[in-house]
């Protein structure tokens, strides 16, 4: 691996410890200035609004910015908006429009710098498929393991101390990720495109996505899989609380063992791909959450149920690895930004629709009737999607990404298209 990519992981990992603070402090912290549950649902949603509303638009942006100043200097903008609503907090000021605005400024930085960094990152690992595994193996574990294991726990206590110690924590947290990525090697900007509109260059990153098979079906699994997993959550603590009879605490560690599941299925990502071919293995694991939902469902006890979970994080969390590492290697790098933020877009236009679904069919029907829904929409996606993504058509992807002096790439494989010889 590239020294640099050293950096960059420890970067996200600091990163990632601070947006778990947030996560658990942001919710609590809007908890002590009204009971309003509108209210508190208007501060946790705003976080997802820049996605919904500038998602490839933004990612038109990145295709045109330097991939590495734009990751600095929003992490440097996130740590200094951050310090507004600290000095809210011991001013005694604070109120929940101003958490609304700081939750949808920071959702717009990361929409930046997530996009910034999918991006880079291929150009830093030289597009190989192998190193892009590898890396975004490590990536996600680390980010599984502080912004869902560390972060939450740090966030609670942190705001015991003070209102503004967690936002100050995680505004450090973003300072030292920028003065990291600010040392990261520079690369070569994409080729400038003919001069075009903006929206006529966000047109173009979504009508690649949708046009390119592998690609859709890449995006098509998180945009479905987020209905399912949606309509799941939004009935777990009631199926939890009403079916499985587990208290609050019980209810914590079913989530722990759904991230457990998902630090193991980020760590095994890569022997999988190499096992069965990353095409088939995008298969497996998605039948795999399939069918773990399906045993969630049918689950006669907290213990099968925590083992559902347990299985189908491990599916979510090597879906995580191999799905984003192989986009990253097939997509030209003048189209990277427009692409990620697309696929992420349509993952997150799908959440609010599977919220709406769970919470429906619970109400029409029973409490596990969205767990079957969630289930057999799974399935039939993996159905679908199957050869989308098969292994000859992966492979031939990452033939034609290959670089034109590569073994692998196409015309080097074709006589007719080789240089022809010179005589003197």
């Known amino acids: 691996m ?42 946790t949603a705003s976080g997802t609004l820049p996605w919904l509303l500038f998602g490839v638009l933004g990612g038109a942006l990145v295709d045109r910015w330097d991939r590495r100043r734009t ?25 929940i429009p101003l958490l609304v605005a700081v939750t949808f400024l920071l959702g717009l930085g990361g929409l930046f710098f997530d996009t910034a ?25 680390t980010q ?19 209102r503004a110690v ?40 979504a009508s690649y996505v949708f046009r390119n098979r592998v690609l859709l079906g890449l995006a098509l699994r998180p945009a479905v899989g987020n209905v399912a997993f949606l309509a799941v959550e939004t009935v777990l603590a009631l199926f939890a609380h009403d079916r499985l009879g587990v208290d609050t605490y019980g209810f914590g560690l079913l989530l722990t063992a759904e991230a457990t599941g998902g630090l193991l299925g980020a760590g ?57 590492s192989l986009r990253q290697a097939i997509v030209p790098a003048h189209l990277m930004g427009r692409v990620a ?13 599977g919220a709406f679904l769970g919470g429906w069919l619970a109400t029409t029907y029973d409490i596990r009737t969205p767990l079957y829904a969630a289930a057999v929409l799974l399935l039939t996606m993996t159905a679908v999607t199957a050869s989308m993504t098969s292994n000859h058509h992966v492979e031939a992807a990452l033939r034609a990404a290959a670089p034109a002096d590569s073994p692998d790439h196409p015309a080097s494989k074709d006589p007719a298209k080789k240089s022809a010889p010179t005589f003197s």
């Not at 960094?117 to 574990?141: F, H, K, M, Q």
């Not at 599984?144 to 003070?162: I, K």
């Not at 469902?297 to 189908?312: E, K, M, Q, S, T």
């Open 2 to 43: 590239p020294t640099g990519f050293g950096r960059l992981w420890t970067a996200q990992t600091v990163s990632s410890l601070g947006d778990g603070v947030t996560q658990a402090a942001l919710p609590l912290l809007a908890l002590t200035l009204t009971r309003n549950p509108m209210a508190l649902a208007v501060v």
């Open 71 to 95: 990751m600095w200097v929003t992490d440097t903008a996130r740590a200094l908006l951050l310090g507004i609503p600290a000095a809210a907090a011991v001013l005694g000021v604070l109120s």
């Open 117 to 141: 960094a999918t991006a880079y990152l291929p150009d830093l690992l030289r597009r190989d498929p192998a190193l892009l595994e590898r890396a975004n193996s490590r990536l996600r574990g």
């Open 144 to 162: 599984t393991a502080m912004s869902g294991f560390a972060g939450p726990p740090a966030g609670s206590a942190l705001l015991a101390l003070g």
């Open 166 to 205: 967690p936002l100050l924590a995680d505004a450090v947290s973003f300072m030292l990720s920028a003065l990291l990525v600010r040392t990261l090697p520079a690369m070569p900007r994409p080729v400038p495109e003919v001069r075009e509109s903006l929206l006529r260059q966000a047109r173009a990153g």
């Open 268 to 324: 095994i990502a890569s022997y999988l791909g190499r096992r069965l071919g990353t095409g088939t293995a995008l298969t497996c694991t998605a039948a795999v959450e399939g069918l773990a939902i399906l045993g969630l469902a049918a689950a006669p006890n907290p213990y099968v149920a925590g083992l559902a979970l347990a299985v189908c994080g491990a599916g979510m969390g090597a879906t995580m690895v191999l799905g984003p």
């Open 341 to 353: 933020s697309t696929s992420r877009m349509l993952a997150m236009c799908a959440a609010p629709v």
